[in-house]
């Protein structure tokens, strides 16, 4: 019988999760009359089976919904944005600080526009970061190893994250597919891309998510983690006000930064909704 009564509940979250897209453990727990430890326990099940991916909170759906781009493709995308952000985060720095640059081609925008004479300490699992700050005497790079990623040229997995843990950092950069104005949760497509960043965020002493202003547009899988006092956000100006408003509420500090002042104006937002996500 009890068997019975979880296949029946499990059966009904998957029929939630297909009709409105992400579910809440709370919501969940309300529609099908049970207490929240159970729903978090049938999530485990249906996320051991393939059928969904676990979130902070709650669940999503196992597939994407929109074609994950390749590196070079987010590369060539939001180009303005991502040197505006870039150039608001580089602004922070200071001579030796320990600085960790996260996955995505945002951090590699943060590494071309480091100043050469700049004496600081980068530690990544991001080889394209690493090739940008190679032959520059006063910036000491530290890679960390692990498995090439399918996707992207970064070195994640269970090593890394245990070399990550050796350090501490000042500053860390982080990068994400998807932020969510509502609750100020940022996503990454892959969970091993997720753990990178959720290792770092525990070694650091102050964080910013750099997300430019179309990631409020697309949906994440693997939760990285939540804006607030020790995460910021630096965003560009495409943002709107009342997202804006909100992820201000989330007690984080949120930066602005002017893409139109750079001549690569993105036409991307203009001439199109977004595909992917791209970090």
């Given at each position: 019988?009890?068997?019975a009564?979880?296949?029946?509940?499990?059966?009904?979250?998957?029929?939630?999760?297909?009709?409105?897209?992400?579910?809440?453990?709370?919501?969940l727990?309300?529609?099908?009359?049970?207490?929240?430890?159970?729903?978090?326990?049938?999530?485990?099940?249906?996320?051991?089976?393939?059928?969904l991916?676990?979130t902070h909170?709650?669940?999503?759906?196992?597939?994407?919904?929109?074609?994950?781009?390749?590196?070079?493709e987010?590369?060539?995308?939001?180009?303005?944005?991502?040197a505006?952000?870039?150039?608001?985060?580089?602004?922070?720095?200071q001579r030796r600080?320990?600085?960790?640059?996260?996955t995505?081609?945002?951090?590699?925008?943060?590494?071309?526009?480091?100043?050469?004479?700049l004496?600081?300490?980068?530690f990544t699992?991001?080889?394209?970061?690493?090739?940008?700050l190679?032959?520059?005497?006063?910036i000491?790079?530290?890679?960390?190893?692990g498995?090439l990623?399918?996707r992207?040229?970064?070195?994640?997995?269970?090593l890394?994250?245990?070399?990550i843990?050796?350090?501490r950092?000042d500053?860390?950069?982080?990068?994400?597919d998807?932020?969510?104005?509502?609750?100020g949760?940022?996503?990454?497509?892959?969970q091993?891309?997720?753990?990178?960043?959720r290792?770092?965020?525990?070694?650091?002493?102050?964080?910013?998510l750099?997300?430019?202003?179309?990631?409020?547009q697309?949906?994440?899988?693997?939760?990285?983690?939540r804006?607030g006092a020790?995460?910021?956000?630096?965003?560009?100006?495409?943002?709107?006000?009342a997202?804006?408003?909100?992820?201000?509420?989330?007690?984080a500090?949120?930066?602005?930064?002017a893409?139109?002042?750079?001549?690569?104006a993105s036409r991307?937002?203009?001439?199109?909704r977004?595909?992917?996500?791209s970090?």
């Open positions: 019988m009890a068997d009564k979880q296949a029946l509940r499990r059966r009904a979250i998957l029929e939630f999760m297909a009709r409105d897209g992400r579910q809440g453990v709370a919501s727990a309300r529609a099908l009359g049970v207490t929240g430890m159970t729903i978090r326990r049938d999530l485990q099940r249906l996320e051991r089976e393939g059928l991916l676990r909170g709650g669940c999503v759906p196992q597939a994407p919904l929109v074609r994950e781009l390749t590196f070079s987010k590369n060539r995308q939001w180009m303005a944005e991502k505006a952000i870039a150039k608001r985060a580089v602004a922070m720095l600080m320990a600085v960790y640059l996260d995505g081609t945002t951090a590699v925008q943060v590494a071309r526009l480091l100043p050469a004479d004496s600081l300490r980068i699992p991001n080889l394209r970061v690493a090739f940008e190679f032959g520059r005497p006063a000491e790079t530290v890679v960390f190893g498995v990623a399918l992207s040229p970064d070195l994640v997995g269970d890394a994250i245990s070399r843990s050796d350090f950092f500053l860390a950069f982080l990068g994400a998807a932020l969510d104005a509502m609750t949760e940022f996503y990454a497509t892959e091993a891309s997720a753990a990178i960043a290792a770092a965020i525990r070694q650091t002493r102050r964080a910013y750099l997300a430019n202003s179309a990631k409020l697309a949906e994440g899988l693997a939760a990285i983690g804006l020790e995460i910021g956000l630096i965003t560009d100006d495409g943002i709107s006000a997202a804006f408003a909100r992820l201000r509420r989330t007690g500090e949120v930066i602005r930064a893409a139109s002042s750079f001549p690569l991307t937002r203009r001439a199109r977004p595909q992917a996500r970090s």
